[in-house]
């Protein structure tokens, strides 16, 4: 058994880009189980605040730690993007890419990459180039290639934006499943139905800070702030 | 696959220099290139003497050039001033005179500048300048360019103006370009003999003894670059030197003219 | 419009008589700089690679000059490469001035940074599609450029053969460094120099159509390899 890389510890974490401050300082810490939403209305600093917590951005000040040194917690993590990274390859090469670069040999790559392509629902895909894929096709398979590796943490980036609802509800099966098998997750979405069917914990970010944390029975019947009452409410945030 | 592929890349690649034949390299000037006579004397060294020649046809100074960076085991050449400078400097061992032919004054064949009846080359050149008629120069300082240089000096005449074309290049791309334009221009017989794009040019001029160019073979001085193969060296010049080489020398007819002359003095 | 006739009915004999030169000029033109292409590809496209994927103090200089060595005149590294292995200059001892080997660097160091530099420019752009993904995969910068390189390989043959086709054609370096010595230097290119210095402007126009249906042929060739693997492997 590999040794749990949770609690991680954010404090006091800045990005800046282009000059300004982008996100933070956020202090927050991530452990225990289940799916943990960042819900905010778009450019609130969700995605900003996914990738400093997985290590993509680097941060202006503050600091991300992990239960074990961050080199080893970044393999036990993955990260699924708004716009799918389609490789130049066959579906089944792609989901197989981390494989081989985590040293499995080529046959055992692919063999477990198939596995994979069938849990998602893409055993029909597998000889196909990734860019043939539709949109909700692409974002299986991203999630695929993501969790082919068992990570312990998996960050999602807004997985069903441009997604129609069929897709959307494949998606939320196959996270749903991940999570029973103790995938512990934390994906951003603007979507309040999204979040309300997916939270057992929500973040809600605006303009950067995070305003609320906490588990999500309580933030949906009683938010805390103003920002988060409107946007539940379905109002346009400033 | 993509390993064996490269594999037999390399080894083709580098099989030709592991030969096992003697190879002696030996410096010619284009012109007897040109001449067609290497295709007849290098099958008889090879069955001889077992030295098998690897030409390299350069012009005279680029031929004493790679004698004296020791790029090649001897050089055969035809600029005696040259020549006498480059054993002087000590890059070579001596000079042994093998064989002459002869230049050739070539141009348009109406000849406007009348050079046929000339009475001796440099008369001929000076009716060519006299008459501003287009004349092509090597211009490259190889063993023709030296020698059509020595023909004007004789005639007092310091070419220049723009009937002059200097191309600086070897024999036959100069022949073409003469060509070309209607121009007269010295070349040795041989390479005009061979030349296959003569258009409207002709033999106007030939005969006088200023115009013989005699070949000289030097080898390479072994005291300045000890991987020189100068016991090959030796046994080609005796080679050249001997009664098999005369008789194919003498013998080497082009469109049924004699075009070399064999004077090699015995030892 | 005469010579250029004769020029090709010259091939045509050529190739219909397979005569014995011919075949030996062409297969030594194709050893030659299918060596070199291989060569300056394991060279130059990796470097491109690098350069795509590495940040460091003076990468502008060293992408500004590898596009500056882009167009050196082959001239001039024939030059170069002649006074390096002359047996006066410094690589002397190897003896490898006038033979195949030395034509092959020659034309190595001429198309490699063409070869770089178009694998650069690919490479960069495959880059910025790929960095999130191979960030987070928390991939070894060798680990990027193999996944890069092979990602890239349409691209990267594209460079190839713009180095090949450079090599093939090129007569100014390899006359220098290899002398064109009959039946032992002597490919295409210094043939085609050779016979239009004679003035055979036919037999020289015919090597020409030679060597343009050589280069075709090993162009179609390869992108035919590719198609039938791509469309195996998809």
């Not at chain 1, 939403?37 to 605040?49: E, F, Y």
């Not at chain 2, 501003?132 to 023909?151: I, N, Q, Y």
């Not at chain 2, 040019?201 to 193969?229: E, I, K, T, W």
């Amino acid at each position: 058994m590999v040794a749990p890389i949770l609690p991680m510890i954010m404090s006091q974490a800045v990005l800046r880009r282009g000059g300004h401050r982008i996100l933070g300082p956020v202090t927050l810490t991530l452990e225990g189980r289940g799916i943990t939403i960042v819900l905010g209305p778009n450019g609130a600093g969700k995605t900003s605040l996914l990738r400093a917590m997985h290590g993509l951005d680097r941060l202006r000040s503050g600091s991300v730690s992990w239960a074990v040194p961050t080199e080893a917690a970044r393999k036990r993590q993955a990260f699924v993007f708004q716009t799918p990274i389609l490789m130049r390859r066959s579906v089944r090469d792609c989901i197989a890419f981390p494989l081989t670069l985590a040293g499995h040999s080529r046959r055992d790559a692919r063999q477990q990459a198939s596995a994979m392509a069938e849990r998602v629902g893409l055993a029909g895909h597998l000889d196909q180039p990734a860019q043939s894929l539709s949109g909700g096709e692409r974002q299986k398979m991203a999630i695929a290639r993501a969790l082919v590796c068992a990570p312990q943490v998996l960050f999602l980036d807004e997985p069903c934006a441009n997604l129609d609802g069929r897709s959307t509800a494949e998606i939320e099966a196959i996270l749903l499943a991940a999570r029973e098998g103790g995938t512990r997750i934390v994906m951003a979405t603007h979507n309040v139905g999204q979040a309300r069917r997916l939270a057992d914990d929500v973040l809600f970010v605006h303009r950067g800070l995070l305003h609320e944390s906490g588990p999500a029975a309580g933030f949906f019947s009683n938010p805390q702030t103003p920002e988060a009452r409107a946007h539940l409410q379905g109002d346009l945030l400033s | 696959m993509i390993l064996k592929s490269l594999f037999v890349f390399f080894a083709l690649a580098f099989s030709a220099t592991a030969s096992l034949a003697e190879d002696l390299k030996l410096a010619v000037t284009t012109s007897f290139a040109n001449s067609g006579l290497a295709e007849i004397l290098l099958p008889a060294i090879a069955e001889d003497t077992g030295i098998n020649v690897q030409l390299l046809i350069v012009g005279t100074g680029q031929a004493l050039a790679l004698g004296q960076a020791g790029d090649v085991d001897a050089v055969l050449v035809h600029a005696r001033a040259a020549e006498e400078a480059f054993i002087a400097a000590g890059h070579a061992t001596h000079r042994r005179e093998i064989m002459y032919n002869d230049f050739v004054l070539i141009g348009p064949a109406p000849d406007p500048a009348g050079v046929a009846s000339a009475p001796a080359a440099a008369a001929a050149l000076e009716l060519i300048a006299l008459a501003r008629a287009p004349f092509v120069s090597r211009g490259d300082e190889s063993g023709t360019h030296l020698a059509e240089k020595a023909l004007w000096a004789a005639a007092g005449i310091e070419p220049q103006g723009d009937w002059y074309r200097s191309v600086g290049q070897g024999m036959g791309a100069a022949l073409n370009t003469a060509s070309g334009m209607d121009a007269y221009i010295l070349s040795d017989r041989a390479s005009w003999l061979n030349f296959g794009n003569k258009g409207n040019l002709a033999l106007l001029f030939s005969g006088d003894p200023a115009m013989f160019n005699q070949y000289a073979y030097l080898p390479v001085n072994p005291a300045n670059h000890p991987h020189v193969r100068a016991d090959l060296a030796a046994t080609l010049e005796d080679w050249l030197t001997g009664d098999h080489a005369r008789a194919l020398i003498d013998g080497y007819l082009l469109s049924g003219e004699q075009l070399f002359h064999f004077n090699a003095t015995p030892d | 419009m005469g010579n250029i006739w004769q020029g090709l009915t010259e091939a045509a004999r050529l190739v219909l008589h397979l005569d014995a030169d011919l075949l030996e000029i062409t297969a030594r033109s194709l050893q030659v700089t299918l060596s070199a292409t291989v060569i300056a590809a394991l060279i130059g496209l990796p470097t491109g690679a690098w350069l795509a994927v590495s940040r460091f103090r003076a990468r502008r200089v060293v992408v500004a000059t590898m596009n500056a060595l882009m167009g050196l005149p082959p001239v001039v590294v024939g030059l170069l490469v002649y006074m390096l292995f002359s047996r006066s200059g410094p690589l002397g001892v190897l003896g490898l001035l006038f033979t195949p080997a030395a034509m092959i660097i020659a034309q190595v160091i001429i198309i490699a940074p063409i070869m770089a530099s178009i694998s650069h420019q690919a490479i960069r752009e495959l880059w910025a599609d790929y960095h999130d993904l191979l960030i987070s995969l928390n991939a070894s910068r060798v680990q990027r450029i193999r996944a890069l390189l092979w990602d890239g390989r349409r691209s990267l043959l594209t460079a190839a053969l713009a180095g090949f086709g450079r090599a093939i054609g090129e007569v100014g370096a390899i006359m220098i460094v290899g002398g064109n010595i009959d039946h032992a230097t002597r490919v295409l290119t210094t043939a085609i120099a050779l016979e239009t210095g004679k003035g055979n402007l036919a037999l020289a126009l015919g090597l020409g159509f030679v060597l343009i249906a050589l280069a075709m042929a090993v162009n179609l060739a390869l992108h035919f390899l590719t198609r039938t693997e791509t469309s195996g492997r998809w």
